[in-house]
């Protein structure tokens, strides 16, 4: 169970990937439009999310600033292996089950939607509310609350689905685990950048007084898609930086652990040990990234800093 509060104009992107309003989704290519057929609403929107939202907090009478918290989207999924093998009934069963559990805390008229997704890798519920307070003001601080009521909300939906689904077990927030979930094309963006970079230390490797002036101009050709995909990188991490394990002792300790674990067969512990292994390679790949920028002479950077036009004039 996960929450992500929306201000304004993405609410419309949000809309757009839950009710799957478009035919290509490029940044998220793990959805098989093949399977979309499969995806099923539990409540449908009665309109735009934007323009129910508005209509629910006009009709309450709240009053809004630019930055007011408009709608919240809570994910309610389960790990494949929860899900392997049970039929399309049986995960309606699940979903319907968890949408009784939010309305025991959050009236129905604010939901805008509950779609699940049946066409990514693993099923799971987009659930889109106004939120409203039950006496009428529009509150989602107090709704969603802080890391100790994020706990709580965890605590109660576990609770709750446990009595029905025994095998279920706990999830962790992000108080926990001191870490927000990197979202899959996170992982394949770096593997794009790693490609760009073991290609710049092939040309930096082989750079040398008789064809350094060419291999100035492949870098700098490189280094036009490859400086911006490290700072994009960047941003992206920072929103993500608690994911981290900073350190190569940790990292150690994270392998040694994970060996353990893998003896005693602890499946659940195993499987967020792991998690947390990707979450360091990433970060060690990155930090790769950026290193490799420290190593380009100075004299192909003069070629790169060159004005675009300067290199076609010469080129003619």
Known sequence: MRFAKYKGPEITNIEAHNERRKEKYASNPDIDLSRSKHNFHLIEPPQRYRAEAERQISAAGCRTRKDSVRVVEVLFTATPEFFKGKKLPEIRQYFEETLRFFEQYQSRETIISAVVHMDEKTAHMHLSFVPLTPDGRLSAKEIVGNQKKL??????????????????????SASQTGRDHIPPRIFKEMTRLTKQRQKLDQLLAGIGPLNGKKRAAEISELLDVYI????????????YSTAFTSTKAENEKLKKKNKKLSESLDKATHESVLKQLKDAK???????????????????????????????????
């Open 228 to 239: 911006p995909a490290v700072e994009k990188m960047r941003t992206q991490l920072k929103k």
């Open 151 to 172: 706990t709580w909300w965890q605590d109660k939906f576990w609770e709750h689905m446990v009595v029905k689904y025994p095998d279920l077990e706990r999830g962790e």
């Open 282 to 316: 990433l970060q060690r790949e990155y930090q790769e990234a950026l290193a490799i920028l420290e190593r380009i002479p100075p004299e192909v950077l003069e070629e790169y800093a060159k004005p675009k036009a300067a290199h076609h004039t010469a080129e003619l």
